[in-house]
C-alpha cells in the first residue's frame, strides 16, 4: 500500500511562499494523478491542484491559480506544490492525495483513494 507523507508547512508572512512536498513510500504514484487538497477549519476539504500520471496535464483551483505550481518527479516519487503570494486566507492543512484516474485529474475528492497526514500552512502577520 503506497503511503504518503507531507513536509514543508509552517508559519509564514502574507506575501511569502513555500513549497510543500509529499513523499511516498510502499509503492510507486506512477500510476497515480496526484493532487493537493486544503481544509481550513469548519471547511470542507477543497481541491488546490492536481497532476496527471505522467505529469503531461495540471488543473489548479481559481483562488490559487497563478499563485501555484504543481510537479512531480515519479523516479523520485515525490510531488511537490510551490505557493507564491501567499494569504491569510490560505491558512489551512494541506494534504497530499492519489488517485487510479486514466490521464485526468478531477477535483472530487471522493476519487481519490491515497491520502497523507496532512501538513499545516499558517498565513499571518
Known amino acids: 500500500q503506497v503511503q504518503l507523507v507531507e513536509s514543508g508547512g509552517g508559519w509564514v508572512q502574507p506575501g511569502d511562499s513555500l513549497r510543500l512536498s509529499c513523499a511516498a513510500s510502499g509503492g510507486t504514484i506512477g500510476n497515480y494523478a496526484m493532487a493537493w487538497f486544503r481544509q481550513a477549519p469548519g471547511k470542507e476539504r477543497d481541491f488546490v491542484a492536481g497532476?496527471?500520471?505522467?505529469?503531461?496535464?495540471?488543473a489548479y483551483d481559481d483562488s490559487m491559480k497563478g499563485r501555484t505550481t504543481i510537479s512531480r518527479d515519479n523516479a523520485k516519487n515525490t510531488v511537490t506544490l510551490q505557493m507564491t503570494s501567499l494569504k491569510p486566507e490560505d491558512t489551512a492543512v494541506y494534504y497530499c492525495?492519489?488517485?487510479?484516474?486514466?490521464?485526468?485529474?478531477?477535483?472530487?475528492?471522493?476519487?481519490?483513494?491515497?491520502w497523507g497526514q496532512g501538513t499545516q500552512v499558517t498565513v499571518s502577520s
Open positions: 492525495a492519489g488517485g487510479l484516474l486514466n490521464d485526468w485529474i478531477t477535483t472530487d475528492r471522493g476519487e481519490y483513494s491515497l
Open positions: 497532476i496527471t500520471r505522467a505529469g503531461g496535464k495540471t
